[in-house]
Nanobody, 127 residues
Framework: QVQLTESGGGLVQAGGSLRLSCAAS??????????MGWFRQAPGKEREFVAF???????EYADSLKGRFILSRDNAKNTAYLQMDRLKPEDTAVYFC???????????????????WGQGTQVTVSS
């Protein structure tokens, strides 16, 4: 079992930045064996793909977020980081991280591919 815990959300003004963290824990977790994804869900909307990082640290992003969001990972700390810059009010959502052993950069978007999910962290961007 892998437990994922997101942190770093909060309230920020438009144009500001936040860095979200996703920490993995579990008795036998080997973080480097998992690809990591971030998704977000705004009120009344479906969960949407944000970013992905493979086991080899290859990244993919939603087209609308390229250049503003950067996803990285630190396997020694069992943590993935989502740096979000130049935030906009439309970025307001609950952000979830997810882990999957068999998710690849060629097709990281379907949520069903991920084995474990965090509880989410709220990001609110004021105008």
């Amino acid at each position: 079992q892998v437990q994922l815990t997101e942190s770093g959300g909060g309230l920020v003004q438009a144009g500001g930045s936040l860095r979200l963290s996703c920490a993995a824990s579990g008795r036998t977790v080997t973080f480097s064996n998992y690809a990591m994804g971030w998704f977000r869900q705004a009120p009344g909307k479906e969960r949407e793909f944000v970013a992905f990082i493979s086991r080899a640290a290859n990244t993919e992003y939603a087209d609308s977020l390229k250049g503003r969001f950067i996803l990285s990972r630190d396997n020694a700390k069992n943590t993935a980081y989502l740096q979000m810059d130049r935030l906009k009010p439309e970025d307001t959502a609950v952000y979830f991280c997810a882990a999957g052993r068999f998710v690849y950069a060629t097709n990281p978007r379907p949520p069903r591919q991920y084995d474990y999910w965090g509880q989410g962290t709220q990001v609110t961007v004021s105008s």
